[in-house]
């Protein structure tokens, strides 16, 4: 620490890991059971066990901990529950890759070794994750870390399952899915990320049987139509509706199909007739069910074309459509290629061109689960921030389709259901099955397939607490407070954790959800390892320091807003330490000087709640402020100030600083409330940054040079360090904890001390107003000294003018501050009387300002450089006359370009006036 109080800035290195091991140490991030308030609970959405962590996790566990640290001193017993997910698909194609890198398969090695290799990249990739958590500063409850996949979770996967088989509510049966040909698996609809892509639309003629003449069908997909099974029309299309009964031979094989009526087809889209490929479209599989069709399918589950296809047989997609298309131009039956625009689906894991599969799948029936969710919603008992996002749930529950849980996978919860090989009876039960219920047989294999990732992930509200135990932490602390998580998931997991909730307990699953944005590069992309540019948070954290990377995100980010990231955010953050950092030696350095350091009176426990209401009145603060004050000291540090303190002793900078520290306090509070992060720390940063240093230390600097006035301003300038660590900690969790504890007079860990309250109108007003017209005067002279080029050496007057005499006394009064922040030998007040010349002009509301530039400025000089520069401003102005004054520009330019030159005349029109008034007071 000596070290550290030596440098002129702020270095994290050893500090973050010093406190995070204090705090763990000291078991406080597990919950405080002495408190009696209510528990402010957040189940961590669990990251994968598939690498390293990204800059959108980072933010996600910035804004938790910020909510469960700002809980946590508000007095609540607080729990932050840990856990890492199994991730199925992603951890099984990394581990299929080691695999083959080694030059085996997982077929090969057969699925017992698979999955020893995978349990052994999970405990590999789980330190290295948890590792970046704690460097982040996440005060996690580490002793209820939870995996998706270790054996209580899984025992409450199965618990659900079969809950929900024995309900009725899973099915087993054929179905059309969406299919990865790579993963060789199935997929729900939401892991389909469908893309634009430039294609074709072919029209293929289908024979009639039994007339001359054929049918044309469009299709991007003309590899599909050994599939196709009939062509239909829409039944009321006068002009086709004639052919319904025909039959048509379909292309390139000896099949012949018919011709049926469907409201599928649309007489105004395409050719009017559409193929129908039940085994290979969604839609056409619900035309083959409405017509009892076959189901042919063409193609294998690796998305190459099978013994349908005839000659084609071998060929994946790709080629068996090039010769298809060939084949079919060779028998006349090409009739038209058109270039078209169209959706296709992708695997949202490995980018993969989804293929539509007819497949025996296990499903959730959805409908009946969605209506309580949709209602919790409607009610008011879940609230999603930001609002918008309550549209997009209602739709997608409203218009809810059965879940697809089965993966054709090994790494995960292996499907709880035994089929006896004699009977063939499947048995889905909580235990391993020995014999069949039915006829005893005891020939029993497990089903081969794993259970969809989310399966696990939409228990995670309770599962880590216990259930389907009835434990003391389910009894405790669930419902959960609050879920923070990516908008991008609203329909994967946060909808299936509010249905589960309601399923299995018969209650929400939290109180809110607090949608994050998605983090993007400069360029606008989404952060990904495949494109390089998402950094390692240790990387950041490594150069920056954690509480910078923290600072920046959370302050930068809008609540719900996407963020475009580049290392350079980071500076705000870094800065803003050094400024925090800096404050804290100064005021330190001499308070030590001062010989205060240790000089205080019997310590005693700070309160564990901190209502500034409650310390005085608005009245008692303006009767009595000294008194207030040394309350609100007791109440941050516990005991007295070192010195006693009089009301005289407390100026107007003191008073102000106090005044604006309270409404701090309050607007803090209010954005945490609000879950409006960004607005709570940006209050904050603003004042202390801008406030507390750039207007409070410089005024009091005089005070802290004199002897006998500087205990008091010390005494301010510590209480708002103390306050203003309190207000930073749940955003700056470890500069704030070290710098808390060099304040001589703080006691124990910032991280429980109390968090500062406030409602209501903030005491100290009159002073408080009165400084900030000081501010405003202050800000016009230094504008004035800025446009009239005056050198920092140079001193000079003001002359404030009012047009009310009673005025004049308060503004003599405060006339040597103003000259001390101005940076001005004196500044006289009057009221009335004529313009000095020449002078430098403005205006602080009622205020006039003179600036003369006798002795401030070489009046010819400046003369000169203000007609040079008058004469180019005029120069653009005629430039942009001419422009906008020419038709043809106007007419013919881009309208950005046209907008831009206007923008550019008016804002140059402003400086031509600017300059004018300059010259005017010159003469």
């Given at each position: 620490?000596?070290n550290l109080?030596?440098k ?16 763990e ?11 009696e308030?209510e ?12 690498g390293?962590l990204h ?28 856990g ?9 194609q990394?581990?299929?890759r ?13 699925r017992?070794?698979?999955l ?15 590792k ?7 005060s ?6 939870a ?5 209580d ?18 099915y087993?049966?054929?179905?059309l ?7 060789q698996?199935?997929i ?9 892509v ?10 009639l ?17 050994f599939?196709?099974?009939?062509v ?14 025909q039959?048509?031979?379909?292309p ?5 199909i018919?011709?049926?009526?469907d409201?599928?087809?649309?007489p105004?889209?395409?050719?009017g ?10 839609n056409?599989f619900?035309?083959?069910q ?21 000659q084609?047989?071998?060929m994946?997609?790709?080629t ?9 131009e060779?028998?006349?039956l ?6 078209h ?11 993969t061109?989804?293929?539509p ?6 499903f959730?029936?959805m409908d ?10 409607e009610?008011?008992?879940i ?15 409203r ?32 235990e391993?099955?020995?014999?069949c219920?039915?006829c005893?047989?005891?020939?029993l294999?497990?089903d081969?397939?794993v ?7 939409w ?9 389907p ?10 419902p ?8 991008d998931?609203?329909?994967f ?22 949608f ?17 540019n998402?950094?390692d948070p ?5 150069k920056y ?14 609540t719900?807003?996407?963020i ?15 400024k925090?950092?800096?404050a804290n030696?100064?005021?330190l ?8 350091d240790?000089?205080r ?7 564990r709640?901190?209502d500034?209401?409650s310390?005085?009145?608005?009245a008692e603060?303006?009767a009595?402020p000294?008194?207030?004050?040394c ?6 540090f516990g ?5 006693e303190?009089s ?7 003191d ?12 607007t803090?509070n209010d954005?945490?409330?609000k879950?409006r ?11 202390f ?6 207007w ?12 006998a ?12 360090l103390?306050?203003?660590y ?32 406030f409602?209501?109108?903030a ?18 002279i230094r ?11 140079k ?9 009310e ?18 940076k001005?030998?004196?500044v ?5 009387g004529?313009?000095?010349q020449p ?6 509301g009622?205020?006039?300002?003179f600036l ?5 400025v ?13 004469a180019?401003?005029?120069?653009w ?13 106007t ?22 006036a ?10």
């Amino acid at each position: 620490m000596e070290n550290l109080k030596n440098k002129a800035q702020y270095n994290s290195a050893g500090i973050e890991e010093k406190w995070y091991h204090a705090w763990e140490e000291a078991g406080l991030f597990g919950p405080d059971e002495s408190l009696e308030a209510e528990p402010f609970v957040i189940t961590l959405p669990p990251p994968n066990v598939t690498g390293i962590l990204h800059i959108g996790h980072c933010l996600g566990g910035s804004i938790q901990d910020t909510l469960i640290r700002w809980a946590r001193m508000r007095g609540h017993p607080t729990v932050w529950v840990p856990g890492t997910d199994h991730a199925s698909i992603a951890t099984e194609q990394v581990v299929s890759r080691q695999m083959a890198a080694a030059g085996t398969s997982k077929h090969e090695a057969g699925r017992d070794v698979f999955l020893e290799r995978a349990w052994a990249w999970k405990e590999e990739t789980h330190g290295r994750i948890t590792k970046q958590i704690r460097r982040l500063g996440a005060s996690l409850d580490w002793s209820r870390e939870a995996f998706t996949m270790d054996e209580d979770r899984n025992r409450a996967v199965i618990e659900a399952f079969v809950t929900l088989k024995e309900k009725g509510l899973i099915y087993r049966d054929v179905y059309l899915v969406n299919w990865c040909p790579h993963d060789q698996t199935a997929i729900s609809d939401d892991e389909v990320e469908y893309r634009e892509v430039e294609g074709h639309l072919w029209h293929i003629k289908y024979p009639l049987v039994d007339q001359e003449g054929y049918v044309t069908v469009a299709t991007t997909r003309p590899e599909t139509l050994f599939g196709d099974t009939a062509v239909a029309v829409h039944p009321d299309d006068p002009e086709r509706r004639h052919l319904i009964g025909q039959m048509v031979h379909l292309p390139l094989t000896d099949r012949v199909i018919p011709v049926i009526g469907d409201h599928h087809a649309d007489p105004e889209k395409g050719t009017g007739f559409v193929k129908i490929t039940p085994a290979h479209d969604p839609n056409d599989f619900l035309v083959g069910q409405r017509h009892d069709l076959d189901k042919v399918i063409c193609m294998t589950p690796r998305a190459l074309m099978n013994e349908n296809a005839g000659q084609f047989e071998g060929m994946d997609c790709e080629t068996c459509r090039a010769a298809v298309l060939q084949a079919l131009e060779a028998e006349g039956l090409l009739a038209k290629t058109e270039k078209h625009i169209h959706q296709v689906g992708h695997h949202d894991r490995c980018g993969t061109i989804i293929e539509p599969y007819l497949s025996r799948q296990w499903f959730l029936r959805m409908d009946q689960l969605a209506e309580p969710a949709v209602k919790a919603v409607e009610d008011g008992e879940i609230t999603l921030f930001p609002e918008r996002w309550v549209g997009v749930y209602y739709n997608w529950m409203r218009n809810i389709r059965d879940w697809c849980i089965s993966r054709q996978l090994w790494w995960g919860h292996r499907i709880p259901v035994w089929y006896c090989e004699d009977c063939g009876e499947g048995i889905a039960a909580r235990e391993a099955v020995e014999s069949c219920t039915t006829c005893a047989s005891r020939n029993l294999r497990q089903d081969e397939d794993v259970l969809d990732t989310w399966f696990s992930s939409w228990l995670w509200t309770f599962s880590p607490l216990g259930w389907p135990a009835a434990s003391d932490d389910m009894k405790k602390y669930h419902p959960t407070s609050v879920m923070v998580t990516g908008a991008d998931i609203i329909f994967f997991w946060v909808a299936r954790m509010v249905m589960a909730s309601y399923e299995f307990l018969g209650e929400k699953p939290f109180g809110e959800v607090l949608f994050t944005g998605i983090v993007r590069d400069e360029e606008g992309r989404k952060m990904s390892k495949s494109l390089g540019n998402s950094p390692d948070p240790i990387d950041l954290i490594d150069k920056y320091g954690a509480d910078a990377l923290r600072c920046s995100l959370v302050m930068l980010t809008p609540t719900g807003q996407d963020i475009f990231f580049s290392e350079t955010t980071l500076e705000v953050g870094r800065n803003f330490c050094n400024k925090i950092f800096q404050a804290n030696r100064l005021v330190l350095g001499i308070w030590e000087e001062a010989g205060l350091d240790g000089v205080r009176s019997e310590m005693k426990s700070a309160p564990r709640t901190l209502d500034l209401a409650s310390l005085g009145t608005t009245a008692e603060w303006e009767a009595e402020p000294a008194k207030c004050f040394c309350e609100l000291w007791a109440g941050v540090f516990g005991g007295e100030p070192p010195v006693e303190l009089s009301d005289d002793e407390l100026t107007l900078e003191d008073r102000w600083i106090i005044n604006r520290l309270i409404q701090t306090v309050e607007t803090c509070n209010d954005g945490f409330r609000k879950r409006r992060l960004n607005d709570a720390s940006y209050e904050v940063f603003n004042f202390f940054r801008h406030e507390f240093c750039d207007w409070y230390l410089e005024a009091v600097k005089p005070r802290l040079r004199d002897e006998a006035q500087r205990p008091a301003a010390l005494c301010v300038a510590v209480l708002n360090l103390g306050l203003s660590y309190k207000l930073l900690h749940p955003v700056m969790p470890f500069i704030t904890e070290e710098l808390w504890n060099w304040l001589p007079p703080s006691q124990g860990f910032l991280m429980v001390s109390s968090f500062p309250e406030f409602t209501g109108e903030a005491p100290l007003a009159v002073a408080g107003n009165r400084f900030e017209e000081i501010k405003e005067i202050v800000v016009v002279i230094r504008n004035l000294r800025n446009e009239l080029g005056v050198q920092p050496g140079k001193r000079g007057r003001a002359i404030l003018r009012v047009s009310e005499s009673d005025r004049v006394p308060a503004l003599e009064q405060d006339g040597a501050l103003i000259a001390l922040l101005s940076k001005l030998e004196t500044v006289t007040v009057v009221c009335g009387g004529d313009d000095p010349q020449p002078a430098g002009i403005g205006v602080a509301g009622t205020v006039e300002i003179f600036l003369p530039m006798e002795g401030l400025v070489d009046l010819e000089k400046e003369r000169t450089r203000l007609e040079k520069e008058l004469a180019k401003v005029e120069g653009w102005i005629k430039g942009c006359e001419a422009k906008l004054g020419n038709s043809k520009f106007t007419a013919n330019a881009p309208e950005q370009v046209v907008a831009q030159q206007r923008y550019l005349l008016e804002e140059n029109q402003g400086k031509a006036a600017q300059l004018r008034e300059l010259l005017a007071a010159l003469a």
